[in-house]
């Protein structure tokens, strides 16, 4: 997978930086984004935003190429997805919580109407 996922020597490189750092900050952009009951679109300008920030710590840290195209656009994937479960995972629990007379939870990522 390497020069596909990553161009760092290590996979664990990409799993540190990508999924673990930069996982968590998505994750959190999600459900702050929810918890503010702003938009998936905005969410996901703040992801972009976060993505060059994490393509600096590869460049700075890890000697990984910073302007690049694919590799961005890998690390949005992938910090995308995290955002959006982040996101979904909050706003259910917003849903079930706030209007618990109308919806149940119907999963981690879905609510129902009730009846």
Request: a positive charge.
């Amino acid at each position: 997978m390497q020069g596909i996922l990553y161009d760092e020597q290590s996979f664990l490189v990409f799993l540190f930086v990508t999924l673990l750092l930069g996982g968590l900050g998505a994750w959190m952009t999600g459900r702050a984004c929810a918890m503010t009951w702003r938009t998936r679109q905005v969410m996901a300008i703040y992801v972009l935003i976060l993505t060059a920030g994490v393509r600096f710590i590869h460049f700075s840290i890890f000697n990984a190429t910073l302007l690049s195209l694919h590799y961005y656009v890998v690390d949005a994937v992938v910090l995308e997805a995290i955002a959006f479960l982040g996101f979904q995972f909050k706003r259910t629990r917003q849903m079930v919580t706030q209007y618990y007379w109308l919806y149940e939870a119907s999963g981690p990522f879905a609510w129902k109407a009730k009846g």
